[in-house]
């Protein structure tokens, strides 16, 4: 069964510092998602993706995170300047079409140290 | 604005015990419900779903019925397993434009031989 691929499974990364979150969505899919877990919160949106541009962005999502789809099959989370509140597990997530039946494929997460 | 409540863990159970996992929304109109599944090192995995009022979703022999009168989504198996030791996630997807999922806290279920 086809599935979405993150990597690296762990990133350690110093305050203040760049960092690049790497996802391969399911091949056929055109909605692609970034959700994020704080340790003992909630999954919380970011930011939903399509036809290249944000479809959707949350509160949390401001001027140091953007998205790119680079090529036919990355989708890519970066944050421009680290702080130790962005450490937290970051989801990756696809789906075929952008209505409420179809469902949300999740990679396994990306885990963000930020020391 | 949107959001789910469901009950806090852990939840520790003996192998084909009966569960319960309580889930209640808060939404405007219609919202799609789901329950995803959590196992120790992997993803979130999108366990059932319920799309209107009174519509029972089911997969791998939970079930979750879809209760627009009590804003509810409860999940419930009648015979646990060990391997269905797991955080279980509640969440919704509001009936107004969008797809942007919202999600309960989630609940971790224990399950003891």
């Given at each position: 069964?086809?599935?979405?691929?993150?990597?690296?499974?762990?990133?350690?990364?110093?305050?203040?510092?760049?960092?690049?979150?790497?996802?391969?969505p399911i091949s056929n899919h055109l909605y692609f998602?970034?959700?994020?877990?704080?340790?003992?919160?909630?999954?919380?949106?970011?930011?939903s993706f399509y036809n290249n541009?944000?479809s959707?962005?949350?509160?949390?999502?401001?001027?140091?995170?953007?998205?790119?789809r680079?090529?036919?099959?990355?989708f890519?989370?970066?944050?421009?300047?680290?702080?130790?509140?962005?450490?937290?597990?970051?989801?990756?997530?696809s789906s075929f079409a952008d209505?409420?039946?179809q469902?949300?494929?999740?990679?396994?997460?990306?885990?963000?140290?930020?020391? | 604005?949107?959001?789910?409540?469901?009950?806090?863990?852990?939840?520790?159970?003996?192998?084909?015990?009966?569960?319960?996992?309580?889930?209640?929304?808060?939404?405007?109109?219609?919202?799609?419900?789901?329950?995803?599944?959590?196992?120790?090192?992997?993803?979130?995995?999108?366990?059932?779903?319920?799309?209107?009022?009174?519509?029972?979703?089911?997969?791998?022999?939970?079930?979750?019925?879809?209760?627009?009168?009590?804003?509810?989504?409860?999940?419930?198996?009648?015979?646990?397993?060990?391997?269905?030791?797991?955080?279980?996630?509640?969440?919704?997807?509001?009936?107004?434009?969008?797809n942007?999922?919202?999600?309960?806290?989630?609940?971790?279920?224990?399950?003891?031989?």
């Open positions: 069964e086809p599935e979405v691929t993150q990597t690296p499974s762990h990133q350690v990364t110093q305050m203040g510092q760049e960092v690049i979150l790497r996802c391969v998602y970034w959700y994020r877990q704080i340790l003992g919160q909630k999954v919380e949106f970011l930011v541009e944000i959707e962005k949350s509160e949390i999502f401001d001027d140091q995170f953007s998205v790119e680079p090529d036919g099959s990355n890519t989370l970066k944050i421009r300047s680290t702080k130790l509140e962005d450490s937290a597990m970051y989801f990756c997530a209505t409420r039946n469902p949300q494929h999740f990679g396994d997460g990306t885990r963000l140290s930020i020391l | 604005g949107n959001s789910v409540t469901q009950m806090e863990g852990p939840v520790t159970l003996s192998e084909e015990a009966f569960l319960t996992i309580n889930c209640t929304y808060t939404a405007t109109g219609y919202p799609s419900l789901f329950w995803y599944v959590q196992y120790p090192g992997e993803g979130l995995q999108l366990l059932l779903k319920a799309t209107k009022a009174d519509d029972k979703g089911s997969n791998k022999g939970f079930e979750a019925t879809y209760r627009k009168e009590t804003t509810s989504f409860h999940l419930e198996k009648g015979s646990v397993q060990v391997s269905d030791s797991a955080v279980y996630f509640c969440a919704l997807i509001p009936m107004t434009a969008g942007k999922l919202t999600f309960g806290g989630g609940t971790r279920v224990l399950v003891k031989p």
